[in-house]
């Protein structure tokens, strides 16, 4: 395999930024070559201009969704973050045995462990008030994962004491070293694809809008466009939460800061 020139480099940058809104700066090289490398040997292509050319004639749309699904996945863990899951429990408080739903929405959930640590603290805060979580990834091999809901059981060091013990079962036989997330949580968590860079479908108004550790990818206006979005997603009074590396400083005046990383539709 030919390695990767500038020039096709560029093609891809403008690929995955139309597809994704997703930002790929130079320094990204080896990465596109690590994760397209494999797929330029299924299709028997010896170099990357090819294989752009594969995806650019629409005769194989799944292979455009592969290319995707490998130049959009990203690390996560259980509890990222745990100041924010702290947060969001202070919230839920305040909701008990209301009657109506409480909405969470993982918005870049990847292969779902934010969105299980999510059900997790609404599970253990909210009592008899009912609530859902939705995750949402423009990956569908992340999403068929999440959905899946098993996990190398490394990936457990982050999740409390009590939570490991009370949601997730531990693996036996073939599945031994893996966690599996508890079926009652699995029941309130529904994944679906959505790409932020598009209109949204319906998916209905939420309390609590993540999304995190994502935006770092998108330029300046690619990330009004989405957050404007998911605004109107969210109800008024209901908060925003981004990570802590991120900010909407400059980006939207429609969310007021409550707390780092954390924002507030108002009234």
């Known amino acids: 395999m030919r390695p990767i020139s500038s020039a096709e480099l560029a093609k891809f940058q403008q690929f995955i930024f139309d597809s994704a809104g997703i930002t790929l700066s130079a320094s990204k090289k080896e990465l596109v070559m690590g994760r397209l490398g ?8 010896d170099n990357f201009s090819d294989y752009f050319a594969l995806l650019k004639s629409g005769d194989d749309p799944d292979e455009v969704q592969m290319a995707v699904d490998l130049l959009t996945t990203n690390e996560t863990y259980f509890f990222r973050e745990m100041k924010h899951f702290d947060f ?10 209301r009657s ?4 969470v929405w993982s918005a870049a959930s990847s292969s779902g462990e934010e969105a299980y640590s999510l059900a997790m603290v609404m ?4 009592a008899a008030t009912p609530w859902e979580v939705l995750g949402t990834d423009i990956s569908t091999k992340v999403l068929t994962g999440a959905t899946r809901a098993l996990y190398p059981m490394e990936r457990a060091r982050h999740i409390p004491a009590n939570y490991l013990r009370r949601f997730c079962l ?5 599945y031994e070293g893996k966690l599996l ?3 009652e949580l699995r029941s309130r968590v529904n994944f679906r694809q959505v790409n932020l860079n598009e209109a949204l479908p319906h998916v209905g108004q939420f309390d609590f809008i993540f999304l995190r550790n994502v935006m770092i990818y998108f330029n300046d206006e690619t990330k009004r466009q989405v957050v404007g979005r998911l605004i109107n997603a ?8 981004v990570g802590h590396s991120e ?10 800061c409550v707390a780092p990383s954390v924002y507030r539709r108002p009234l």
């Open 234 to 241: 969210l109800k008024p009074g209901a908060y925003f939460c």
């Open 123 to 126: 599970a253990d805060t909210l």
């Open 181 to 183: 997330i508890a079926r």
């Open 247 to 256: 900010s909407l400083n400059g980006i939207t005046q429609e969310l007021e």
């Open 88 to 97: 969001l429990r202070s919230r839920l408080q305040e909701a008990r045995n």
């Open 170 to 174: 531990k693996g036996e036989g073939a």
């Open 100 to 103: 109506q739903s409480y909405r």
């Open 38 to 45: 494999k797929r330029l040997g299924v299709h028997q292509l």
